[in-house]
């Protein structure tokens, strides 16, 4: 089963990418992952993504693409996938359409002001990368990390006017490609502000229906 989750940050799609990937035994695939294994593992694909990041560019559709078709050839890919974060464009999802089958694609649906509210709230372990939420996933002793007590940061593009400018650029990149799979029906979506418990039981019969088709 071929699956691509599409929305905001803040959404919710990788942790529910990540309990559905491990309910089918499949793996979870972000962009983000993909260039930092290459750049790892020194590939040639991944020395020019590294060269591009380190000069503050953004890694080209070309490229991009290269790298997510390279990534859906491993083996643990051949029964599925879920990829996150790509496709971005319209040019990158008429790629994909040419060396894989997607058979759903699910779009996280979420008002602004709670991606605010949600990303707002999260604040981080600088020295671990421990994540928390002051409503969510509060510290035991607000504004400490639970671990080693020292203080929380809110990340500077957690703060309220980064998050709408976020959005902003995800609008304006990522409305074209929803427009693109509603435009062929392979297009659902799912309440992404209710719980989470909601949210992956909603997956889960979306992912029912596919299996039946």
């Known amino acids: 089963m071929n699956l691509i989750f599409v929305g905001p940050p803040g959404a919710g799609k990788g942790t529910i990418a990540a309990k559905i990937a491990a309910e089918l035994?499949?793996?979870?695939i972000s962009t983000g992952d993909i260039f930092r294994q290459n750049i790892r593992e020194q590939t040639e694909l991944g020395k020019k993504v590294k060269q591009i990041l380190d000069s503050g560019?953004?890694?080209p559709d070309e490229l991009t693409i290269d790298l997510v078709s390279d990534r859906l050839s491993h083996s643990d890919a051949q029964a599925g996938w879920i990829l996150d974060g790509?496709?971005?464009?319209?040019?990158?999802?008429?790629?994909?359409?040419?060396?894989?089958?997607?058979?759903?694609?699910?779009f996280f649906r979420i008002d602004d002001e709670e991606v605010v509210k949600r990303l707002g709230g999260?604040?981080?372990?600088p020295a671990s990368g421990r994540t928390y939420h002051i409503e969510f996933d509060p510290p035991k002793e607000p504004g400490f990390d639970d671990e080693t007590g020292e203080p929380l940061i809110r990340r500077e593009d957690d703060e309220p006017d980064a998050i709408r400018h976020r959005l902003e650029v995800y609008r304006?990149?990522?409305?074209p490609?929803?427009?693109?799979?509603?435009?062929?029906?392979r297009l659902v979506e799912v309440d992404a502000a209710?719980?989470?418990?909601?949210?992956f039981e909603d997956l889960r019969a979306i992912v029912e229906e596919v299996q039946n088709r």
């Open 172 to 175: 304006k990149e990522t409305a």
């Open 194 to 199: 209710q719980p989470i418990e909601g949210v």
């Open 57 to 59: 560019e953004l890694v």
């Open 86 to 106: 790509f496709p971005r464009t319209e040019t990158q999802a008429e790629a994909l359409d040419e060396f894989a089958r997607v058979d759903e694609v699910v």
């Open 177 to 185: 490609v929803v427009d693109y799979y509603q435009r062929d029906g």
């Open 122 to 125: 999260r604040r981080v372990h």
């Open 25 to 28: 035994s499949i793996p979870h």
